[in-house]
């Protein structure tokens, strides 16, 4: 199995930054493209950026010139960098990771557990 485990969450002030971390681990032979989608108490859980395994990326439009999403292939991690932080942008972050477990299979996708981003007013 793959297992994805964020870290690098809590509580900032508007105006501030934080940078999130997601490392994977498992059975990996490869992995595709990697995301951080967030999820606020009663919404639904929506994209913030992702990044292909060639280093193409893809914002969402609230976040476009505050957030940077980069990786290290090597470490099979995820990062996210997020400058200007707004209370709007509280929630629970979710790593995810489309990764190939063989040689011969599609690719799974799979999700971290969350790590919380509260930023105050």
């Known amino acids: 199995q793959v297992q994805l485990v964020e870290s690098g969450g809590g509580l900032v002030q508007a105006g501030g930054s934080l940078r999130v971390a997601c490392g994977a681990s498992?059975?990996?032979?490869?992995?595709?493209?990697m995301g951080w989608y967030r999820q606020a108490p009663g919404k639904q859980r929506e994209l913030v950026a992702t990044?292909?395994?060639?280093?193409?990326?893809n914002y969402a439009d609230s976040v476009k010139g505050r957030f940077t999403i980069s990786r290290d292939n090597a470490k099979k991690t995820v990062y996210l960098q997020m400058n200007s932080l707004k209370p709007e942008d509280t929630a629970l972050y979710y790593c995810?990771?489309?990764?190939?477990?063989?040689?011969?299979?599609?690719?799974?996708?799979?999700w971290g557990q969350g790590t919380q981003v509260t930023v105050s007013s």
């Open positions: 995810n990771a489309w990764v190939f477990t063989s040689l011969i299979s599609s690719p799974r996708e799979f």
């Open positions: 498992g059975r990996i032979v490869s992995i595709n493209e």
């Open positions: 990044i292909t395994s060639g280093g193409s990326t």
